[in-house]
């Protein structure tokens, strides 16, 4: 029996920002090729974009090339590009909830989340979470989720997400990073297809700490946590000093670089691959993916966002969610 053709749930994101226009862009590019379910105020649509109101997920079900599937939320006001209002965040807030529980409950494949304005949202509704990865963890209820950055060139996982760098030292644990690896490892065989992964791992100093002269991390508990799991079956390198590692021949020998801390990931995609990266959260019951950029309050309703990110990002949850 063939599965129903479930919809891809797209959470709004904030409204102020491109996470409208480059989710119609996207319906308008993918709309013969995936079943999408926009959940947010169609007001905040950009203007002429043909959508149609849902009353309830199944009426998203199968590829819908007329009109984008919404199902509507009444955000109480319109949008202002590039300036959120306050009185939208606890609503953003709530149609990535939603977009989970659709998720759980069966009636969407995957969710792919629009970009958030974090601050936006701590100062219009206090949200607890530094980002989506971590509300996500615990709407799902797991402990541990990773963070992946990935496109054709190169796919990166930072090991710490949203902190501040003095906390990166105190966060990474050889706990944590096993985790992390452990994760990585097991997204990119079940999401990805790769049967034998190969992680490269990033010291966390210059130079990989430099035998102990610019760091002791790597002396005192990563090399050994990396050789290690090595013991175990895992195929891993490094610690790699972190600035010579993602050139392009360096690239040709891992899978997925882990790194130690959310810059020292995210430069190297961002610059190699911003248009095309995909953000996805690995260790997570369900699939979730995203664009790799944020708002752009900067250009937000001037009809100039690139949508490549986000089309990617939904074919990606379309891609993951059948193969799961
Ligand atoms: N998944 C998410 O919810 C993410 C949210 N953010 C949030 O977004 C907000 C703004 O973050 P920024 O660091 O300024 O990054 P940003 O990605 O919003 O913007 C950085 C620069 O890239 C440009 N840009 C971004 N996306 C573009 C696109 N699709 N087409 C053309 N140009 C594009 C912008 O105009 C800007 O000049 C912050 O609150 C941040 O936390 C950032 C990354 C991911
Ligand atoms: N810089 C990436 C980013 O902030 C994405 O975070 P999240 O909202 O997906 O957790």
Redesign the pocket.
Known sequence: MSRPALPVAISC??PA??GPE?AAAAWAVLAHEVPMLWLGDPRHLPEGTPHRVVADPSEAVGPSPDALPVLAQDFGAPRRAGLADPAHAAHVINMIARGVALVQEGTALALC????????LKDGANFAHP??TEYLAALAGVEDVVMMLASDQLRVVPATIHIALEQVPLQLTPHSLRHVIEITHAGLRDLFGIAAPRLAIAGLNPHAGEGGTMGTQERDWITDLVTQMRGEGYTLSGPLPADTMFHAAARTRYDAAICMYHDQALIPIKTLD??KGV?VTLGLPFIRT??????????AGKG???????IEAIRMAHRMGHSA
């Open positions: 994101g904030e920002g491109i480059v989340t629009a970009p958030i304005h974090k601050k936006a980002g989506h911003f248009d953000n995203s664009p790799d950029h944020g708002t752009a309050f900067d250009i100039i966002a690139n949508p490549t990110s986000m």
